[in-house]
């Protein structure tokens, strides 16, 4: 398609702000505080949108700028509200990410927080400060939450004896999957230093009263012991090695590193299950040899329904390219592969896995709205779209059928417990596909047939 209108302005983008991933991963770490050194619009747009999401209540601490902050700067107010948070919540740790203002107006944040230790050694119980730049008007949520991870990694990681450790960085993947990539390790028998971890954090149960900051997440001695750890397994095929968690392990610390796409599908689950036992040297457990049974008799039963059915997918790249090999997998067309992301990898990478893609005229776009999405939908004809609820607009304008997958989900209930990965995750996606497929067909008859 020929693109022959410059645009001038994003329209409903295809991400959200770098500062929003940033404070997810904080709050996967153990007696940690998101701090954002901004204003407090910032701090209460992110909490809207991950609260509508996760259904679990978020505290982000803010600077609070003001007009004054903006042309003097915010070293002042970065140090009150440190120590505020500090006195008041009483964290191990307190992550502090950038906005837009501080960032333009070039505030030196590693130095302000180098002066407020020296200034407070003697007063509170000092945190554990961290760091990450993460300012809203470049990249997108997912490389906050990297860059997030990163700085949490650096700041921490201390070198030990080596352990029969493997640390995980699972990408900003669902509450749920946190909870069964957990299980997959128990099963195999090896301690794993997941981070982030918001499994419980994002998703706990009911409190008898209200907690400032909720249990769960990665301890801060779990992630300093990540320098000893026999190997690392990263999640993602567009994170730059620069801001890479386990690249720096290896690069400092000499921990392998082994970067997998998001395991969605046979063939990325069979991969990363193939890697856990090459790396502890045991089998997998026979259940997870019946969850991939009974995924190939679903694909072999659903494939009639499915099969060169067109499909748009957006949402976060790494999602959208193990989706793709997924889709593909299935016999599902992705006519359409968009991401408001930049990396410059997205089309590389899912050629990697999708050989044939200019054959198939699958389209990848990087860096576009949803005006973008709108018009390509209105000339490729999907018959349905998989994605964020952001798509909904275009979805019911459009009367294309949408299932809801990634970040944010807000019209939906469960988001934040909707498996993507290994074999259980799969089978539950596919399960989705076909179904709304069925639906779909159902909905377009005249006689609204029962059976199928």
């Not at 392990?249 to 036992?277: C, N, Q, R, T, W």
């Not at 294309?400 to 944010?408: A, D, E, M, S, Y």
């Amino acid at each position: 398609m020929k693109h022959e209108h410059a645009k001038t302005a994003t329209q409903n983008a295809c991400k959200l702000c770098n500062p929003l991933g940033a404070c997810l991963a904080f709050r996967g770490i153990e007696n940690c505080v998101p701090f954002l050194h901004g204003s407090q619009g910032c701090a209460t747009y992110i909490r809207r949108y991950l609260i509508s999401h996760y259904k679990e209540p978020i505290d982000i601490a803010s600077s609070n700028f003001h007009e004054e902050s903006a042309v003097f700067g915010g070293s002042h107010n970065l140090k009150i509200g440190l120590k505020n948070v500090s006195e008041q919540y009483k964290p191990e740790v307190i992550g502090v990410a950038t906005t837009c203002l501080s960032e333009t107006i070039g505030d030196d944040v590693p130095m302000i927080l180098r002066e407020y230790k020296k200034e407070f050694k003697n007063g509170s119980p000092m945190p554990i400060l961290i760091h990450a730049s993460t300012p809203s008007y470049q990249g997108s949520h997912i490389d906050g939450f990297h860059a997030a991870v990163y700085a949490t990694v650096k700041a921490l990681a201390v070198k030990g004896a080596t352990q029969r450790l493997i640390n995980l960085f699972p990408n900003m993947v669902s509450p749920a999957d946190m909870r069964y990539l957990k299980e997959i390790f128990r099963d195999f028998g090896r301690d794993c230093m997941m981070m982030p971890d918001y499994s419980q954090t994002m998703d706990g149960g009911p409190w008898g009263e209200y907690h400032r900051i909720p249990p769960g997440g990665t301890p801060a001695s779990s992630i300093a012991s990540a320098s000893s750890g026999m190997a690392s397994i990263e999640f993602g095929s567009t994170i730059d090695s620069a801001k890479s968690a386990a690249d720096y392990l290896d690069v400092m610390f000499g921990v392998p590193a082994y970067h997998l796409p998001l395991p969605i599908g046979i063939k990325g689950s069979d991969h990363f299950f193939s890697l856990l036992e090459r790396l502890s040297g045991e089998r997998r457990a026979e259940k997870y040899e019946d969850e991939r049974r009974r995924l190939v008799d679903a694909y072999a039963d659903g494939h009639k329904y499915v099969f060169d059915k067109k499909v748009i997918i957006y949402g976060e790249e790494d999602l959208v390219i193990g989706m793709t090999a997924f889709l593909r997998e299935i016999g599902v067309v992705p006519v359409l592969c968009a991401s408001g992301g930049k990396s410059g990898l997205l089309k590389k990478r899912i050629e990697e896995l999708v050989p044939d893609m200019d054959e198939l005229g699958i389209t990848v776009r990087e860096g576009v709205d949803f005006v973008d999405i709108e018009e390509e939908a209105k000339m490729l004809q999907p018959d349905f779209l998989i994605g964020n609820s952001k798509g909904y607009t275009m979805s019911r304008k459009n009367k294309i059928p949408l299932i809801r997958l990634g970040f944010p989900i807000h019209d939906r209930f469960g988001g934040q417990r909707m498996l993507h990965l290994g074999y259980r995750g799969t089978q539950e996606l596919f399960d989705r596909i076909v179904n709304t497929v069925i639906e779909q067909r159902q909905n377009a008859s005249s006689i609204g047939y029962t059976y199928m």
